[in-house]
């Protein structure tokens, strides 16, 4: 059995839930579930017809702020995340990058249930040509120290009241803070 199949069930499930719980968005659970159950390995980024990504709604401890990252490759503001490479647990893959993107210590990821789902074109830069990203979000949370360390991917990050975000002209962005808002 590979291993793309070996995740079907747990990754499966949180799928079934999430659109048990966003039926209105139905229609992009479809297409996670489509890649979910494709031959090809989904969880490879070399797969440039699409892969799965996980990234992290890093929220501080008392709930109210979000840290975004200044992507350097994408000059955007966006959630700390990347290339799941391989790993099938993208909880844990949520977790890893918010570690590696932020330099917090004693981060904690809620990976029972996914957060946010998120399909989005990633351009052509430099040998590698424009492909999709299949975005799985789990929410993160922050510990009691909040100074963070810019990694090389970024240009900066900011803790952001998610207030303020769900207001950001950027879909994504405006809808993890209304969802968060909205569980509050």
């Known amino acids: 059995m590979s291993q793309a199949i070996q995740a079907i069930p747990l990754l499966g499930a949180q799928l079934a839930d999430y659109r048990r719980r966003w039926p209105s968005e139905a229609p992009t659970v479809q297409a996670f579930e489509d890649l979910l159950h494709d031959s090809e390995d989904p969880f490879l980024r070399e797969r440039l017809s699409g892969h799965f990504t996980a990234s992290a ?3 501080s401890a008392d709930g109210v702020r979000a840290l975004l ?3 350097r490759k994408l000059e955007r503001w966006l959630q700390p995340g990347g290339h799941a490479d391989g790993d099938r647990d993208t909880a844990h893959v949520a977790l890893k990058e918010a570690r590696e993107e932020s330099g917090l210590h004693g981060l904690q990821v809620q ?4 957060f946010d789902l ?7 830069w430099r040998e590698v040509p424009g492909h999709w990203h299949y975005d799985l979000r789990y929410v993160v ?3 009691s120290d909040e100074c963070f ?3 090389e991917e970024s240009i900066a990050l900011a803790w952001r009241p998610i207030h303020q975000l769900a207001l950001d002209p950027d879909p994504s962005i405006s809808r993890m803070a209304s969802k968060w808002l909205a569980k509050a």
Do not use: F
């Open 149 to 151: 360390v810019v990694s």
């Open 141 to 143: 949370h922050a510990g």
């Open 69 to 71: 990252t200044h992507h």
């Open 57 to 59: 709604w890093l929220v």
């Open 118 to 124: 998120d399909r989005h074109w990633i351009p052509a």
């Open 111 to 114: 990976a029972d249930s996914i």
